[in-house]
């Protein structure tokens, strides 16, 4: 065999040399072949609606192929033969060319007719969702088969809706104007000429429950009657009360009974708050609010309260309190007029303003100023700022309260026979204008409570004034208008602001000329920390979660629909006492786990997590933590514990220690580390 390949190669050798004798002009006989033949080319497009296809050219005696696509791009690299090459096409019908060059650089051309087109999507999937922040917006997405993009259309019965364009794995969004059921469309394009489209109807509802705020309410649910009318509509004035929405009421002719009622989704549960709350602007002090709560379909079983209203062109805030109601009844329906037994006749005079209805804890204990009131001893509670509620210029913080503990253990004592009276003990804070150091020290006169005084407060006008040479609250030097620099200068009187925060919480201000100095003030007797009060969790999407690191609730969240079926849990109420007490407030109802014998839902309280055996707490301000001590009192989540979670109900330990973080005052933030790097976080509001 081998010697046979020898044989072979000697004789084309030999070959070589006698054809080379025969023409020594022309040794490349090469150039003889003949130009490439043949040529076309295989085409395949992929059905996937890309435009993507294979081009395979073929032809005779061909070294290498060059394609022009016939879409005016730039034409291809070389193709050896037996290779493709892939383009992406738009829909549409091209003439391919095809050079193919031989082997001594002979070239031949063919076309190929390539014929692109897209098939209609399948299998359309629209994807909707509320959002949880407003029931009137709602977030599309789509999904389809061969689809290369969609349009959105939200309402097809509006002729004069333009498409919204949306990406595949894209949202978009659409805030609806009112409730109602709307036919969305979802067109889903090939990227050629074919598309299809898939229309579903969804339901946009606003229930309406606590807090009614107007932001985004069903108007529908806003009713008036006899005369009256009412209206959501911008807030005409934000002093005193930010909102954006409120509700317009105008008592007209003919009827005196003319009112408005809001009728609520569902019964309201009296179990825990049993008084309302509202804000209300009124043209004029002395208007007579006659607050109402009824039956959904028998108006003659209702229970109402009145209130005297004090404002006159301003925001007030005016509490019911239904402790007397009967919870054997059942109450879906908030009335209220204006001035019952009295004709409107509409016009500024007979226009009202409401906002933020909601449910509360009637007030407990001493109502009012009279009584004894001590500085909060708190970060933040005496400070300094060029406008009220910001004390940027210099406030008092976790170590000045400690440093200042002798002032913040005076007491301002107001009495039931209008009489005032600075009780500084042997020791309160003196400053250099006094002569004193700047440290604690003996009271001097006339700031040392030894002169007589009264008071007259103003609730109307939101005012507090002292009568009396060296009587004052929070600061001695400050006064109208200005900042003693001596004490033989005090005035015989002195005005301040003064606002009740709720009814052991007072907020007092100065303006000293060009700077408000503020204090806050807290009955005395009551637990000397920002979290006495009740709170709950906020009603929003990752309020409670958990994960590796704080901030971080990656591991699992809480999102709307959480939110929404966990709504026996999201009314649990933590109560801060005044006392120092503590107690969970579940009702009748709250979300019940596997460990506790349920079955992940809302079930009844499981002893001892169900508030019946006595707590308390202490709270640490420089440690940011809080501790309640009561077996079976938590916040948020029995099982979390310190260190561990819980798989008994009988292993609940005597005490647990939370991590706080003030966000304002109203709002904290509360983890617990359980183990393990796992960490549960909560975020509450005060009610």
Known sequence: ?????????????????????????????????????????????????????????????????????????????????????EHIYTEGTYEATITATGINGKTATGTQTVN?????????????????????????????????SFIVFFDTSNPEEEGTPLEIGGTVSNLYPGVGDYNIKVVALSGGAESSELEQVVTISAPVVFP??????????????????????????????????????????????????????????????????????????????????????????FIEKEATLTGTNTWEEVTFDFSDIDESQSYQKIVFFFDFGTVGSGGSDWTFYVDDINQTIPSTGATGLPGKWVMAPEAGALGVGPTIGDISWWNCDASCVSDRACYYDDVYIFGNDGSFQNDLGSETWTEGWQGGGDSCGTPVAPHDGSNSATYAYNESAGTLTLNGVGAFIG????????????????????????????????????????????????????????????????????????????????????????VQDRACHYDDLYVFGADGSFKNEQGSETWIEGWQGGGDNC???????????????????????????????????????????????ADAPDAVVYNVEFIDSNTISVYIDVGGGVIWQYKLVKI
């Open 475 to 562: 600061l001695a030097k400050a006064y109208n208008g200005g900042e003693l620099s001596s004490p033989s200068n005090a005035p015989e009187s002195i005005t301040y602001n003064i606002e009740f925060l709720d009814n052991d919480t007072i907020a007092v201000n100065i303006d000293v000329g060009g700077a408000i100095w503020q204090f806050k003030l807290i009955r005395a007797g009551v637990v000397t920390t920002p979290l006495t009060g009740t709170w709950q969790i906020a009603q929003e999407p990752g309020a409670l979660g958990v994960g590796p690191s704080l901030g971080d609730t990656s591991w699992w969240n809480c999102d709307a629909s959480c």
């Open 1 to 85: 065999m081998k010697t046979f390949k020898y044989i072979t190669r000697f004789c084309f050798i030999v070959l070589l040399m006698v054809m080379g004798c025969e023409n020594d002009e022309n040794i490349d006989f090469v150039n003889n072949i003949a130009a490439p033949s043949n040529i076309a080319a295989g085409v395949n497009v992929i059905p996937d609606n890309t435009g993507l296809t294979q081009i395979s050219p073929t032809g005779n005696g061909v070294a290498s192929f060059i394609v022009d696509f016939g879409d005016g791009s730039e034409v291809s690299e070389s193709i050896a033969p037996g290779e493709l090459v």
């Open 116 to 148: 692109v087109s897209f098939r209609a999507p399948e299998n359309i999937i629209i994807n909707t969702a509320i959002d949880g922040g407003n029931p009137f917006l709602l977030n599309v997405s789509a999904e389809a088969d061969y689809a290369s």
């Open 603 to 649: 079930g009844t309280p499981v002893a001892p997590h169900d508030g019946s055996i006595p707590a308390t707490y202490s709270y640490n301000a420089a440690a940011g933590t809080f501790t309640i001590n009561g077996k079976g009192s938590y916040i948020v989540l029995p099982k979390a514990v310190n260190g561990s979670e819980l798989s008994n109900p």
């Open 212 to 301: 009614i705020d107007f932001e985004a309410f069903d108007e529908s649910a806003l009713i008036s009657f006899g005369g009256a009318s009412s209206a959501v509509i911008d807030n005409p004035d934000t002093n005193g009360n930010p909102s954006a929405k409120v509700a317009r009421i105008v008592k007209d002719a003919p009827e005196v009974w003319a009112g408005t009622v809001i009728t609520m989704s569902s019964p309201i549960d009296f179990s825990l708050k049993k008084a309302m709350k509202m804000k209300v602007w009124s043209p004029r002090a002395g208007v007579k609010l006659l607050f109402k709560l009824e039956n959904l379909s028998d108006g003659n079983i």
